[in-house]
Nanobody, 123 residues
Framework: QLQASGGGLVQAGGSLGLSCVASGRTFSRYAMGWFRQAPGKEREFVAGMKWSGGTTYYVDSVKGRFRISRDTAKNTVDLQMNSLKPEDTAVYYC??????????????????WGQGTLVTVSS
């Protein structure tokens, strides 16, 4: 099970940090990812990390502003969001991929999803 936390309300230009912790049974991970879904829009990939090696991926709109990281001791994957914009407003979901996938930028690679945490950026 994945539990995401850290969402909230922030003004444009501000920062928020999201955290995702895996609990329950231990499962191997190929990758971890963060996705978001804004009202009336489809879910989109935000950031991802291959668990082995730590290679990271970002959607163009957040490059240079967001950073995905992991803490293997705490079994968490975090998303630090800086210079937030109103268009970043969405429900953010963390996800885990346990098996190899040719791309971790697609939601179909992920078999485990957290419950989502709301991020609201006011202008």
């Amino acid at each position: 099970q994945l539990q995401a936390s850290g969402g909230g309300l922030v003004q444009a230009g501000g920062s928020l940090g999201l955290s995702c912790v895996a609990s329950g049974r231990t499962f191997s991970r190929y990758a971890m990812g963060w996705f978001r879904q804004a009202p009336g829009k489809e879910r989109e990939f935000v950031a991802g990390m291959k668990w082995s090696g730590g290679t990271t991926y970002y959607v163009d709109s957040v490059k240079g502003r967001f950073r995905i990281s992991r803490d293997t001791a705490k079994n968490t994957v975090d998303l630090q969001m800086n210079s937030l914009k109103p268009e970043d407003t969405a429900v953010y979901y963390c996800a885990a991929a346990t098996d190899y996938s040719p791309t971790i930028l697609s939601g179909i690679a992920y078999g485990y999803w957290g419950q989502g945490t709301l991020v609201t950026v006011s202008s």
